[in-house]
């Protein structure tokens, strides 16, 4: 199975991997040499095909998907989303993300429903996770897009900036007159993902890696050794 597996996945030899270093929660480092939990676990379905790997890093989310969609990357990592599953598959989720709001210090906006009404404006990471879940669910609210949510929240003093809950409470504790809706607004799922056109069978391989990965610990300790207890190992498939 191993073989049938490396070919399809990997037709040039080269196990070719698309990684997101704009969220910092699921790989760090630099392009050189990143780090963190999304490089651990290609590294090691590298290692189990018995392939070498190769990265190819990228600021955002709708980069890293556009690698995987236009075949320069053979494997990515990104949040479980029906805008994309018509052009990648997905494995079963790894870790949990939750994705929060940062409003003004002294707006009345208390709980995540709060922020869906007419008028109000909402801060977020053009072709997110969360830009692309909002666009979907919200009925009342606009969304306004940029290269962080957080960032664009404060230059346009927007009503409200969506984001992964760590860096948002990181930015609300570095800038004053700004506070975290606790409540998530979702919960962002985190998987394994390969292009559409690959083997069913591939991507049911890639999903038994994954939950041996998480039920033998390694998921959890690469998130410990990067520091990243922000997010939490997904439950058993």
Known sequence: MATDVR?????????RVSINLGNPVLAQGTPEQPTGVTPDIAREIARRLQLPVEFFCFGAARESFA???DGTADLGFLAIEPARADQVA??????????????PEGSALTRPDDVDRPGLRIGVKEGSA???FLTRTLRHATLVRGAEGVDV???ENLDAGAG???PVEEFA????GTRVIQDRFMEIRQAVCVHRDRDPDTVVWLSDQVEELKAHGFVAD????SGRLDATVAPPA
């Open 222 to 225: 690469s998130l410990r050794r």
């Open 67 to 69: 690698a995987l969609v």
């Open 7 to 15: 070919d399809d996945l990997a037709p040039t030899g080269v196990l």
């Open 153 to 155: 929240f404060a230059a």
């Open 90 to 103: 997905f494995t079963t989720p790894y870790v949990v993300i939750e994705g929060v709001y940062v409003v």
């Open 173 to 176: 504790a570095r800038t004053p």
């Open 164 to 166: 992964i809950r760590r």
């Open 130 to 132: 969360y830009d692309l």
